[in-house]
């Protein structure tokens, strides 16, 4: 079998891999920072009716 035939599958294999580990985690990474944006948005805005 030629070496080269190998190398391709294996690296599909890996590139297949690393699409689906970011379509897992992207959308985590986006939730959490999304929620972290809300709470300090929510923390602003307590702060800001405390002081009227």
């Known amino acids: 079998m030629d070496p080269r035939y190998a190398t391709f599958i294996w690296g599909s294999y890996g590139l297949t891999a690393l699409v689906i580990a970011w379509n897992l985690l992207a959308p985590w990474l986006a939730r ?21």
């Open 32 to 52: 959490n920072q999304l929620r972290q944006r809300l709470s300090e948005r929510a923390e602003d805005d307590l702060e800001r009716s405390g002081d009227e």
